[in-house]
């Protein structure tokens, strides 16, 4: 139950993952929008972020350079698998 998207992930044990990234392509909705509906899972968490890719300058010897912009991830429900804390009983313990 944690919000950890890593394929991988564990110290000292290592532990795989169920963690699938999807591509979906959208669509304009006005000049310069885009919409994403992304629902809330029934259990556990979605992240999702979105990429765009513009077209960019061409140099005089025809070599192309996109623009490239990425959103931050979102993690939908806004929860947490375990219980706000606070104070002392917050610290961890080094062995």
Not at 16 to 31: I, N, S, T
Not at 68 to 75: A, D, R, Y
Request: hydrophobic residues 40%; glycine residues 10%.
């Amino acid at each position: 139950g944690r919000r950890d998207f890593r394929l991988i992930a564990g110290y000292p044990k290592v532990d795989l993952q169920d963690v699938f990234w999807a591509h979906f392509a959208m669509q304009p909705v006005a000049p310069n929008t885009w919409k994403a509906n992304v629902p809330t899972p029934a259990t556990g968490w979605r992240a999702q972020m979105l990429h765009f890719k513009f077209p960019g300058v061409t140099t005089f010897g025809g070599d192309q350079f996109p623009y490239e912009f990425s959103t931050q991830i979102s993690i939908i429900p806004n929860t947490f698998p375990f219980p706000d804390c606070s104070g002392s009983g917050c610290y961890g313990h080094l062995l």
